[in-house]
């Protein structure tokens, strides 16, 4: 059936309107229309310049996203935000799907993912849809629905809800207690048996009043067309109670002495609040670690202001003040210290166990702890810009979104409870008609729509998940989304950036060479051309020379990617890079050919200063450098080795000091004098194998992170190497990736597991119960047991530790 504002969106999906950005001119708006146009199933396309939207009709087929796609395809893009809403009433799969069926049948969402177990939808949708059209979609599929705000329910919020389950579940108990008392007696040889209407008095408020949620979440997936778990029991619990009531009135004297099947019924749903307040508990438990995370943001801060200290409400602190942190207490913001010493606990940020040293100039990060130091930090990032903010967004992004595998799941989820019912029908009529015993049919068929369970295909995906990126989080591990946790698990190929990722990054000079043999003079003209760059060479060739450079005034100066710099110093153009460089400068190497293949065979990286004037191009002299391999490297890479991987490194430098690395640590194969741009390729050329994951941490590193199946980022790199990543490591150490590799593999294995004992129920469970194996009671059981199971197998994750060779 449908419901007013699903007929009106249905009404409107035939004429759509969007938004455009990146327009310029008229050209752009015929490119977007004939873009759009080839769409099939589009019959008029008009896209206005001026107002950057765009007017499309249809013929009732074509979905937003495919629209969206071609003016992608057609260098534009559809603004569009992702918002995350709490949803309420979900108790299975089947909640899931509907809520999704509905979200996308609106016009505007090009997006929409909703995870049973954190109970939230993730809908990304465009400026014709707002907060409040999707908040009514969700509450026309029966549900409630309202924007999760950044700041999470706390702990104490939650706790009425919690209480609330708990007395409905005692209550339940003790009502249906009396009821299976009988049972007990028949163990000992004794005939308890309750009065008919004393049965009916206990069993009806179990059935109306507990079990209502079920009748109430049933009756709105009837509205919608479909059905769930809820409905499922309230037909079975409803059918028992009925035929007990029908037993108890044609019995004239209620005495008993007709069949009596109330405590089914009311144990039936007395099991089921068991089995959703352990699943309750068990979900919570999933969330343990992102709980953790939130529980470190401090809620004051000690500013100085006026030559005071005030405390005020972190919110209230601005970028640029000085925050005082005393010793014990948590950094409230990011910043930098300008005074005092200390040590910083960031284990729960970074997984590092150790406290790391802080003086005047360091980074620190709120939520950390502060050691034994009274220190000033000048803060540098506030709200949901710190790391702290950044990591909990992260993990609270992968908890939401759908691992591939879930997709079958929701597929098998669709269809799950009509055909329950249909076999429930069945197993009926087969019963009734075959044997003429009704009451033993509609037992049966009680038995096969109880010990179905949709929930439990609903939760093995997303509590896995859940419980994966909670303990990969602790350990410094983030995990951007759920397709790379599931996708690092069938990683063939590691391949490794080797500056910064496999080495220290901080490169030392330790040798100069001078044609002309004046080795400090090209010291101070290498520094002058590097003076102010971040790049870990010229931070070597700077800290060598000291103050020689002072003076020595450079201008003009370029990056060559891929090749070095050049610039002018006293009106000489030099160039200071790599052997490329030269020789496409004509500059000939000879003169120190022979001492730089001794430096390159020994490890270390070249770089040249050559002059390119009017008058030619000559050599003046080389720089050599050593960068050391980081330590647990070598480990690192024998974890890899034992999990099966192949380790390849591809770098920039020359094949002497990459190799030079690469046998220290072991490394399979070296690539080297690969320029950035050509790192992809190599990506791409290395998916022959296998899947690929790249691990780096520049800004030349994001193509090539992007290339691979699975990106790694070192948390010691740049913003943009992390943003082009799967997977983000907190601090950088290498023994880091063979665990974000293990924790995929433990957690992809955690979903294959619970998926087989969510079907496994099933498969074994309805066949059972239809043929007449199985008491309602323990039909019940099983299904309260079946959700239970899959959330405690999962719960196991939570044992995991980090293996990084310490």
Request: charged share 20%; hydrophobic share 50%; with cysteine.
């Amino acid at each position: 059936m449908n419901t007013p504002l699903l007929q009106a969106a249905a009404d409107q999906a035939a004429h759509l309107r969007f938004g455009i950005a990146g327009m310029t001119c008229a050209s752009c708006v015929g490119r977007v229309e004939r873009g759009l146009l080839a769409v099939p199933g589009v019959q008029q396309a008009n896209v206005n310049l001026a107002t950057e939207t765009a007017e499309v009709v249809t013929d009732g087929s074509v979905a937003l996203h495919a629209l969206t796609a071609a003016v992608v395809k057609s260098g534009y893009e559809v603004p569009a935000r992702t918002v995350d809403f709490a949803i309420g009433g979900m108790t299975c799969a089947s909640c899931v799907a509907r809520i999704e069926k509905a979200l996308r049948k609106l016009a505007g969402v090009l997006e929409a993912s909703v995870n049973l177990a954190t109970e939230r939808a993730q809908v990304r949708i465009t400026d014709a849809v707002s907060d409040a059209d999707v908040i009514a979609a969700v509450r026309e599929a029966g549900y409630t629905a309202q924007v999760a705000t950044q700041a999470r329910a706390s702990d104490d919020a939650a706790k009425p809800a919690v209480s609330r389950e708990s007395r409905h579940l005692l209550i339940a108990a003790a009502l249906s207690l009396p009821l299976v008392l009988p049972m007990v007696g028949m163990l000992f040889g004794r005939h308890w048996m309750l009065p008919g209407w004393w049965q009916l008095a206990l069993a009806t408020p179990v059935q109306f009043w507990l079990g209502a949620r079920f009748y109430k979440a049933g009756w709105s997936a009837l509205k919608a067309g479909t059905g769930n778990m809820d409905l499922l029991v309230a037909l079975g619990t409803s059918a028992g109670y009925g035929l007990s009531l029908y037993h108890l009135f044609a019995d004239s004297h209620g005495h008993g002495t007709a069949p009596l099947y109330f405590e089914a019924s009311a144990v039936v749903i007395t099991l089921i609040l068991l089995g959703k307040w352990l699943e309750a508990r068990a979900k919570r438990q999933t969330t343990a670690a992102i709980r953790a995370l939130q529980a470190l943001r401090p809620t004051t801060a000690r500013v100085r202001r006026d030559g005071a200290e005030v405390e005020v409400p972190v919110a209230e602190v601005r970028v640029g003040e000085v925050v005082v942190v005393l010793p014990g207490e948590r950094y409230p913001v990011d910043g930098r210290i300008t005074a005092g010493r200390t040590h910083a606990d960031e284990s729960l940020i970074t997984g590092e166990s150790l406290p790391v040293a802080k003086g005047e100039g360091d980074r620190v990060t709120g939520g950390a702890v502060n050691g034994e130091g009274r220190i000033e930090v000048e803060t540098v990032a506030i709200g949901a810009e710190t790391a702290l903010a950044r990591i909990i967004r992260l993990v609270e992004d992968a908890q939401a979104k759908k691992a591939p595998i879930q997709r079958v799941v929701d597929r098998v989820s669709a269809i799950f409870v009509p055909v329950v019912v249909g076999i429930a029908l069945l197993t009926l009529l087969g019963w009734g008609l075959g044997t003429g015993d009704w009451s033993q049919a509609i037992l049966n068929a009680v038995a096969v729509l109880v010990i179905a369970c949709p929930c439990a295909l609903g939760l093995a995906t997303p509590t896995a998940v859940m419980a994966g990126t909670g303990v990969a989080a602790r350990a410094g591990i983030l995990i951007k989304d759920a397709e790379a946790l599931e996708t690092a698990h069938k990683v063939a190929v590691i391949a490794f950036d080797k500056t910064g990722t496999l080495t220290e990054g901080r490169p030392v000079l330790t040798e100069t060479v001078a044609v002309d043999g004046d080795a400090p003079a090209l010291l101070a003209l290498a520094a002058a051309l590097q003076n102010g760059s971040e790049h870990p060479l010229a931070k070597a060739v700077i800290e060598a020379a000291g103050d020689t450079a002072h003076g020595i005034a450079a201008a003009d100066i370029e990056a060559v990617p891929g090749r070095g710099l050049r610039g002018m110093i006293a009106g000489r153009p030099l160039l200071l890079g790599s052997n490329r460089m030269m020789l496409e400068a004509g500059i000939d190497l000879g003169a120190l050919a022979a001492r730089a293949e001794a430096l390159a065979d020994s490890g270390h990286t070249v770089s040249w200063l050559g002059e390119a004037g009017p008058d030619g191009a000559r050599l003046l002299g080389l720089l050599a450098f050593r960068d050391q391999a980081r330590a647990g490297a070598g480990r690192a890479i024998a974890r890899l080795h034992e999990l099966g991987l192949r380790t390849v490194m591809i770098s920039g430098d020359n094949a002497g000091a990459a190799a030079a690395v690469a046998q220290a640590i072991d490394i399979d194969e070296v690539r080297a004098n690969v320029l950035p741009g050509d790192k992809a390729a190599a990506i791409a050329e290395l998916r022959t194998h296998g899947r690929v994951a790249m691990v780096g941490d520049g800004i030349n590193d994001a193509p090539a992170l992007a290339a691979a199946d699975v990106g790694i980022a070192m948390g010691s790199g740049t913003d943009v190497a992390m943003h082009a990543a799967g997977i983000t490591l907190m601090r950088p150490e290498p023994g880091l990736i063979a665990a974000a590799i293990d924790i995929s593999r433990r957690t992809t294995r955690k979903i294959h597991q619970n998926l087989f004992w969510a079907f496994i129920y099933n498969l074994v469970g309805i066949p059972l119960a239809a043929f007449g194996l199985l008491d309602p009671v323990v039909a019940g059981a099983a299904m309260a047991l079946s959700s239970v199971s899959v959330v405690s197998n999962t719960l196991l994750l939570r044992r995991w530790r980090a293996d990084t060779g310490h």
